[in-house]
């Protein structure tokens, strides 16, 4: 008997300093409720909070790493509802909020099987169009992830903001990340190899706040910015 995935609503992804993101998965299973990520989602969507510089996902969870592959859909089906949604190498989507696919509890499986999985919605940190971020700015950002995590969860209230980590794809994109002070001198940030929840082996650049004025110029785009909580 195919069994139910467990679907929950969490701040962050990719962080072991990040909150909520050490625990080990909750019971999985090979299909997932509609209505349940539904009714997750919308715990941000609701959220009367500063929100401006974050981004929310879906994000499918493998039991077992690497199985996601290229090609790889959630699909949503329901008595008049079918349709996928293409997903990211980190297993992230944008769930649409239908009211059809709620009202009929439509299923969200897979496009292939993969085994268990669990759903988990996830708040990062918006990329810019020009790879080019002000400090500042994410100081801002990692604040607002912050008041949302302590929005969902009581034990965030005692973590700070500390830095962000920048999560690139496997393949085919320069990895650079340069830290520009405001005399417009630039120093590498280190790039190494980060673990994640549905692969190994993310190149991965994190960078921690500091007092200085500076810019974090990206020479490709992240798949995704986490903040970072201590």
């Not at 059809?100 to 940190?125: K, M, T």
């Not at 002000?134 to 912050?146: G, T």
């Not at 500091?210 to 785009?221: D, L, M």
Request: glycine share 6%.
């Amino acid at each position: 008997m195919m069994r139910a995935a467990h679907i929950t609503a969490c701040v962050c992804l990719l962080s072991t300093a990040s909150l909520a993101v050490a625990q080990a998965l909750a019971p999985a299973g090979e299909w997932a409720s509609y209505r349940d990520a539904y009714r997750a989602m919308v715990v941000f969507e609701k959220y009367g909070g500063a929100k401006n510089l974050l981004q929310h996902h879906l994000q499918l969870l493998p039991r077992e790493k690497g199985v996601l592959g290229e090609g790889l859909q959630l699909a949503i089906a329901g008595k008049t509802v079918q349709t996928s949604l293409a997903l990211d190498p980190l297993g992230r989507t944008v769930l649409p909020l239908l009211k059809a696919a709620y009202d009929e509890n439509a299923v969200l499986s897979p496009s292939r099987p993969i085994g268990a999985f669990a759903l988990r919605s996830r708040v990062s940190i918006a990329p810019q169009a020009d790879n080019s971020y002000d400090v500042s700015d994410l100081r801002a950002a990692c604040e607002q992830a912050l008041g949302f995590a302590r929005h969902v969860d009581a034990t965030a209230r005692s973590r700070q903001c500390v830095g962000v980590r920048m999560v690139f794809p496997k393949k085919g994109v320069d990895v650079s990340v340069r830290l520009r002070a405001a005399n417009g001198a630039e120093q590498p940030l280190a790039v190494t190899p980060y673990v994640g929840e549905v692969d190994t082996d993310f190149p991965s650049v994190s960078y921690r706040f500091g007092p200085q004025q500076a810019r974090v110029i990206t020479y490709s785009a992240p798949l995704a910015i986490v903040p970072l909580f201590e």
